[in-house]
C-alpha cells in the first residue's frame, strides 16, 4: 500500500501533484456551474476547492505549486491580451472615452476606499492583506496574481493575501449585482424606457455596411466616371455591380455612369440618405437576370503573406475585375475602406465573375484548416518578450525600490501591443476563439488551484478565528462604495443609459457573472455587452498594475 500512500500524501511526488490540481480543478469547475439565486462563480470555484485540500492536508512542493501558479497566471493574462489587443486603443474614441474615464473612476475610488480602511483600521490588516481583499471585492484574479508575485520580488512572509481575495469574493460579487439593482431602484429607471433610448441611439449611430440598388437620375453626373462621382460626393461607396443597357458588370474607376443605370451600392448606414440623394432613387433589382453571370463569395484570409496589407494595396478591381464589398472580423461586418488592413482570419465578401472570385480566393487563402492550427510561435514569442519587459526595473521619483511589470503586467502589456500591431512584425495573431478559451480556462485554474493549495491550511483559523469576517465587511464597502457614486455621476451627470450602465459597471470589475446577470434583465439589443467590452480592456490593466504599484510604493 505504499504506493497509494506516496500518491495521497507524498508532496514530492508528480503522480500526487498531477492527481492533486486534476481533482480540485474538476471539484471546482463541477461547483462552479451550480447557481445561486441565479448567479454562478464559475471557475473560481477552483479556489475554494483548492483552499478545502489544503486544509485537510493535502499538498505539494511549494516550488512546484508557485511554478504552476506563475505559469498559469502568465498563460491567462496573455491570452486577454490577445484578445483585447485590437479593441484596446479603438475603445477610447467618441463615447467609449466616457464610460472609460467613469471606469478610470470605480478603479480609483476601489483604491481609494481600501486605502481609507487600511488608514482607519491602524494597523488592524497588514497592506498585502488589504490588497487581496481588495481584489476579491473585485473580483478580479489577475490582480492577485500580479499582487502575488510583487510581493515575492519583496520576499514578503506574512499571511496569504489569498485568504482575504477568498473571503471577500463571493460577497464581492452580490455587491457588483446588487449595485446595478440598487441603482435602477434609486433612479427609478424604467426598463422599457432605456430600450427605446438604446434604439433611438443605434438610428443615430450607424456604421454598418449597407445594400442598396439606385437607378442614375441626376444629370449631373450623366457621363461622369465613377471616381468622379466619389470625388464630387466626398463619401465613401463601393459599387459592386452595374447594369448598363442590359448588361451587368463589375465597375471599376474609369467606369462611366449614364442616367438609367442600375447600381448595387454597398456603403456605411449613415451615408446612404446622402448618397442616395445623390445619384438618383432607391430601386428593386433583381441582378440573377444578367447576361454574364456574377457570383459573391466570403473569402477566408488565411495566408500569412496578407496579414497587415491594406485593402487597397491588393488591387482586386483593376487586376482581378472584382469587387470587395465588406469585411467580416470577428463576427462583425467593416466597411471595405481601401486603408481597412486585412488579418488573417477576415472574412471577405467578394462579387465578380466566378473564375475572378476564384482567383482571389487563392490570393487570400480560403483554406479553412489553416487556421485550426494555432500559431505557437506568436504565443510564446509574445510570453518571453513580455517576461522580459515584466523584469525591466522601472525608477520613479519617491519610490524606494524600481517597479516591475511583473510576470502578469509584462506580458498582458506584450499581447496587448502584438494584438495590435503584431501584423507589422509579420507575426500571425490570429487564434481561434475556442484555442484562446481554451488557454486562458487552463491558466486561469491552474493558478486558481495553486493559490488555494497554498492557502488552505490557514484559511479556516483566518476566518473561525482570525479576522475573516473582518475581511467579507471591508470586501463590502469596496465594492459598493465605488459603484454607487459612480453609478449617480454616470446616470445624473453623463446620462449614460441604464444598458450600458450596468456593461461599465461589470467590465470594470472585469466581472463576468454580473455580464451574465446584466443579459438576463436586457432583451433585444446588445448594450451591456458593448459596454463591457468597451472598458474591459484598460480596467483589467490597471487592475493589475495597481496593487503592485501600491505594494511597492508604501512597503
Not at 437620375?217 to 443597357?245: A, Y
Not at 465594492?479 to 454607487?484: A, E, G, K, N, Y
Amino acid at each position: 500500500m505504499n504506493w497509494l500512500e506516496s500518491l495521497l500524501w507524498d508532496p514530492a511526488s508528480v503522480a500526487h501533484i498531477v492527481c492533486l490540481y486534476a481533482f480540485v480543478i474538476s471539484l471546482g469547475v463541477l461547483l462552479g456551474k451550480i447557481k445561486f439565486f441565479g448567479v454562478s462563480l464559475g471557475v473560481t470555484f477552483v479556489l475554494f476547492a483548492g483552499i478545502l485540500m489544503g486544509h485537510l492536508g493535502f499538498t505539494g512542493e511549494i516550488h512546484i505549486l508557485h511554478f504552476l501558479r506563475e505559469f498559469g497566471l502568465i498563460l491567462f493574462v496573455f491570452c486577454i491580451g490577445l484578445q483585447v489587443g485590437p479593441s484596446f486603443f479603438s475603445s477610447f474614441k467618441k463615447g467609449g472615452m466616457t464610460l472609460n474615464l467613469l471606469a478610470v473612476g470605480i478603479v480609483l475610488l476601489n483604491i481609494a476606499v481600501t486605502l481609507a480602511i487600511y488608514f482607519i483600521a491602524n494597523g488592524r490588516v497588514d497592506l498585502p492583506m488589504m490588497i487581496g481583499i481588495l481584489y476579491g471585492a473585485v473580483t478580479n484574479t489577475p490582480g492577485l496574481g500580479a499582487a502575488q508575485e510583487a510581493l515575492n520580488q519583496l520576499n514578503y512572509t506574512g499571511e496569504p493575501i489569498a485568504l482575504g481575495y477568498a473571503c471577500a469574493y463571493p460577497l464581492g460579487v452580490v455587491g457588483i449585482i446588487g449595485s446595478i439593482i440598487a441603482i435602477r431602484y434609486i433612479f427609478r429607471i424604467s426598463l422599457s424606457k432605456e430600450d427605446e433610448q438604446i434604439k433611438v441611439q443605434d438610428n443615430d449611430t450607424k456604421h454598418k455596411p449597407h445594400n442598396m440598388h439606385l437607378e442614375v437620375r441626376n444629370e449631373s453626373i450623366n457621363g461622369k466616371t465613377l471616381l468622379q462621382v466619389k470625388d464630387f460626393l466626398g463619401r465613401p461607396f463601393v459599387c459592386s455591380r452595374i447594369r448598363h443597357e442590359g448588361h451587368v458588370s463589375i465597375p471599376n474607376h474609369e467606369t462611366v455612369f449614364y442616367t438609367g443605370d442600375q447600381l448595387f451600392i454597398v456603403c456605411s448606414e449613415e451615408d446612404a440618405e446622402a448618397i442616395t440623394a445623390f445619384i438618383g432613387k432607391e430601386i428593386q433589382v433583381d441582378w440573377e437576370k444578367q447576361d454574364m453571370p456574377m457570383v459573391s463569395r466570403r473569402i477566408l484570409v488565411t495566408k500569412s503573406e496578407i496579414n497587415g496589407k491594406k485593402l487597397g494595396s491588393m488591387h482586386f478591381r483593376s487586376m482581378y475585375g472584382v469587387n470587395v464589398t465588406r469585411v467580416n472580423r470577428s463576427g462583425m461586418d467593416l466597411f471595405a475602406d481601401p486603408n481597412l488592413i486585412l488579418q488573417v482570419g477576415d472574412r471577405v465578401m467578394v462579387v465578380g465573375q466566378q473564375d475572378a472570385v476564384e482567383r482571389v480566393a487563392g490570393v487570400l487563402g480560403n483554406q479553412l484548416k489553416r487556421l485550426d492550427t494555432p500559431n505557437i510561435v506568436t504565443i510564446f514569442v509574445g510570453i518571453f518578450m513580455g517576461i522580459v519587459l515584466g523584469s525591466l526595473p522601472i525608477a520613479f521619483p519617491g519610490m524606494p525600490t524600481p517597479v516591475k511589470l511583473g510576470l502578469a503586467g509584462g506580458p498582458l502589456v506584450v499581447a496587448i501591443l502584438i494584438g495590435r500591431f503584431g501584423h507589422k512584425l509579420k507575426l500571425v495573431t490570429y487564434t481561434t476563439m475556442s484555442a484562446n478559451l481554451m488557454l486562458r480556462e487552463i491558466g486561469i485554474v491552474l493558478f486558481l488551484a495553486s493559490v488555494g493549495i497554498e492557502a488552505g491550511e490557514h484559511f479556516v483559523q483566518t476566518v473561525v478565528h482570525g479576522d475573516g469576517l473582518l475581511y467579507v465587511g471591508y470586501g463590502f464597502l469596496i465594492t459598493v462604495i465605488p459603484l454607487l457614486i459612480i453609478g449617480a455621476i454616470a446616470r445624473l451627470y453623463f446620462k449614460v443609459n441604464y444598458f450600458t450602465l450596468m456593461g461599465l459597471i461589470a467590465g470594470s470589475n472585469t466581472d463576468p457573472p454580473a455580464l451574465a446577470y446584466a443579459n438576463q434583465v436586457v432583451s433585444g439589443n446588445d448594450a451591456p455587452s458593448v459596454g463591457y467590452s468597451t472598458v474591459y480592456p484598460l480596467s483589467m490593466f490597471l487592475r493589475i498594475i495597481a496593487g503592485q504599484m501600491i505594494l511597492l510604493a508604501m512597503l
